[in-house]
């Protein structure tokens, strides 16, 4: 049995791209299960809804000594703590390569397209394309939409318009509606912690020796956050003394305005910079992580 999964705090590229990567790899004539590494968000039960599909289950089991296949991720800090222990046979992704060691070669598909769903469709070959219901083609085109806000991220190639081409017409559905339904879900807050809305989409990374902690938060507008900024602050405090990171970075994205404000914090005793507005930021992956990397690397 080969186990699916995402990583950590999941997106909903991780929750789609993983249920289609299971089916994916079923109709090869493979046994596969797809898992989710955490809770869902609002605007992946949105996609898992509209498609009338169920989300996969809870990771709760240990992976030691079991076949698995990474998707949306190859960094072992995003991934659950057994995946050391696990045997890694396949990864699907379209981010940088996060120092994975496996037992064995494993089949790797990375590639800088938008979204990894938008990859997965592309190793589907016409047979297994024909054999996808319109409900599964509404999980993928979903994933691509949210991965690339809607074809807007800087992080969008000519691959993820075809796709979302492709996809939404083997979905049958109207675009527009469940593209304005999605990011509906995608950016409501309301009801929301300080700390649930650090955790919606937060994964760790090396960055220049350094272990950050960097979460994303996309809006319509920032003002979204204004009752909740001192909290959200508050729990990037306690995210440091809890999981021993040297940096917690918090990206506000306004997906609408086209750029995003970094809040920082550092463990105690130390001094965090102060907030900053970054124009035309809106991708954690091309653009925070690169910024992260100068910065860090001038001392700053």
């Not at 993820?160 to 509906?184: M, N, R, Y």
Request: proline share 4%; net charge negative.
């Amino acid at each position: 049995m080969i186990n699916v999964l995402g990583h950590l705090h999941p997106d909903s590229d991780a929750v789609c791209t993983a249920y289609m990567a299971s089916r994916w790899l079923t109709l090869r004539g493979c046994q596969a299960q797809a898992w989710r590494c955490g809770e869902i968000n609002r605007e992946t039960r949105f996609i898992f809804e509209q498609a009338q599909l169920s989300v996969p289950a809870l990771l709760t089991d240990s992976l030691a000594d079991r076949d698995v296949w990474l998707v949306d991720f190859t960094e072992p800090t995003q991934g659950p703590a057994s995946l050391a222990e696990s045997n890694v046979v396949g990864i699907i992704d379209h981010h940088r390569l996060g120092g994975l060691v496996t037992r064995l070669p494993p089949e790797v598909w990375v590639k800088p397209v938008g979204s990894s769903s938008t990859l997965l469709w592309q190793l589907m070959t016409p047979a297994i394309r024909q054999m996808i219901t319109p409900a599964e083609a509404l999980l993928m085109l979903g994933a691509v939409i949210s991965d690339t806000v809607a074809l807007r991220s800087p992080t969008t190639t000519s691959d993820d318009t075809l796709a979302v081409e492709e996809l939404s017409a083997l979905a049958g559905i109207e675009k527009d509606a469940f593209i304005a339904g999605l990011l509906t879900a995608k950016t409501s807050i309301e009801g929301l912690s300080g700390k649930a809305l650090l955790n919606k989409d937060i994964k760790t990374f090396q960055i220049q020796g350094l272990k950050i902690n960097a979460a994303q938060i996309e809006l319509f507008s920032l003002n979204q956050v204004d009752a909740v900024l001192d909290e959200l602050q508050q729990a990037m405090a306690q995210n440091i003394r809890e999981t021993g990171v040297q940096r917690v970075v918090l990206m506000l994205t306004d997906i609408n305005a086209g750029y995003s404000t970094l809040y920082f914090a550092v463990p105690e005793g130390q001094q965090a910079d102060a907030p900053c507005k970054v124009e035309g930021m809106l991708s954690r992956k091309k653009q925070l992580l690169p910024w992260l990397e100068n910065s860090l690397a001038k001392g700053k």
